[in-house]
């Protein structure tokens, strides 16, 4: 069970070897039969996520929302959106994972609030210059009559990051950033009043006993207070370039003083509680937020975008492991996320690389995508650190491409101007059983809020459930060994020489990883046992596009 307030913290934390399965809530399970994922629901599924095997949840954003952007336009970070429930049922959720075996992690977006914030509305209902205003950052337009931006920044969904108020009086207003939808205002980090209610949010998550935080666009809470122009042409939809050098809204130094002031919050509490960031940077700068007096983890989005070949793949993993032991923090694992297409489309397309949700990228061969979503999955599940799982990806579910123009609800494909279709391709709601929509979903007789393929039906949780070789039950068996198993707890990787196309590595002296990447199959070291495999071995040969678990050793140890 796991540590609450009352525990001492350990030696070597959960969160460092830990399987966490992200919970996308309206998404997951639908309890009332509204269409829309809930808490009821995903507690109704408590049972399977244990019997998954993982050791913590992190649900998505399930605060009140006006949901411009899926929830991630938080108006009340104290409470839940009564689409997905009550506090009370938040409550009774995380004491029954606790009970189950399983830790809770929160998502916190502190970059910015919604415009329904009463934050915002204050702010909007008073003059510039006022210290409701200073929560968030409004300025002045530039031009003769103030009618243009302040200056030339992107919203990350396309079009400028500013928009003009009307001022109390009808008169035309100042302008306020959003780095997102014009719904999502950003935050004034350099008020203490904003930073103060952070603080407090964060308490008041901890006190209800949540095991950690998703921080959400980590990188972006502090701006060059001269907010200076990037230079940027007028017609340009997005900005290309985050990882610039000096970027004045990513990666701005101010940031670190925060998470240093946040990593003191959960020390304060008993237990071992988790920080983990979202932070698109430069891999080099990444450990900086890793520093051990700041956040405790962060996503490894290079290898998420890494296309399936074993240099890439090798090249990302080292960097991973070699780069964050420097700060002594643990390397993670991603494959999917609600944000990206989901990987059994992405392998099986020919360039892999493609993450971005725009269309246009070409047919995907599902089956082959499938094959090396399976072997990938052993792959993470065997490297040294934590992973994360994407609901869905246990189902070896693809990304909905076909989705009807008139249900996409990502604002990415309004503010584009209908060119990018945004992300709801991955965000389609779980098949669980049956043989037609909503595949268990919600009842019987109710629609989802995305439609779910027909084709969903042999993938559902039930379908797969006890079926050998199920994508499902190798999750099961792979999560199961990983924790039964010696080996998995080493916390390092050793590469052994293999020829061109197989990556293999020793976890310990009994216990090895291969992925055959090569078109050709491979004969495994004789003298191994085969723990677990992605497809069927036979005669000693390791096939195409497959991953394996060795066990043993003797005299082919080298
Ligand atoms: C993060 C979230 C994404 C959201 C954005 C704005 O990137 O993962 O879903 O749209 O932040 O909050």
Known sequence: MPRTRTDQKSATPWWRDAVIYQVYIRSFADGNGDGVGDIAGLRARLPYLQELGVDALWINPWYPSPMADGGYDVADYRSIDPLFGTLAEAEELIAEAHTRGMRVVLDIVPNHTSDQHRWFVEALASPPGSPERDRYLFRDGTGPDGSRPPNDWRSRFGGPAWTRVTEADGS??????????????????????????????????????????????????????????????????????????????????????????????????????????????????????????????????????????PNAMREVIDRAVTGLAAVDAPPTWVLSNHDVPRHVTRYGRGDTQTHEHDVGAGPADLELGTRRARAAALLTLALPGSAYLYQGEELGLWEVEDLPDEVLADPTWKRSGGTVRGRDGCRVPLPWSGLDGPFGFGPKGTEAWLPQPAEWKTLTAQAQSGIPWSMLELYRSALRLRREQSGFDSGTLRWLEMPEGVLAFERSPVLRCAVNFSGEPFPLPKNWGVLLASERITGGQLPADTTVWLWGGGSSRG
Do not use: C, M
């Open 172 to 309: 035309p207003g100042q302008w306020f950033l959003h780095l997102f939808a014009a719904e999502q205002p950003d935050l004034n980090w350099a008020s203490r009043e904003v930073r103060a209610e952070f603080e407090a949010i964060l308490r008041f998550w901890f006190d209800r006993g949540v095991d950690g935080f998703r921080i959400d666009v980590a990188h972006g809470l502090a701006k060059d207070p001269a907010l200076p122009d990037l230079g940027i042409p007028d017609d340009a939809l997005f900005e290309h370039e985050r990882h610039k050098e000096d970027h004045p809204h990513w990666d701005q130094e101010g940031v670190h003083e925060i998470y240093q002031t946040w990593r003191k919050i959960a020390d304060s509490y008993a237990g071992d509680r988790l920080f983990v960031a979202e932070a698109h940077v430069r891999e080099d700068r990444l450990v900086d937020y890793l520093r051990q007096d700041e956040l405790h983890t962060a996503f490894n989005f290079p290898f998420l975008k890494s296309s399936w070949e």
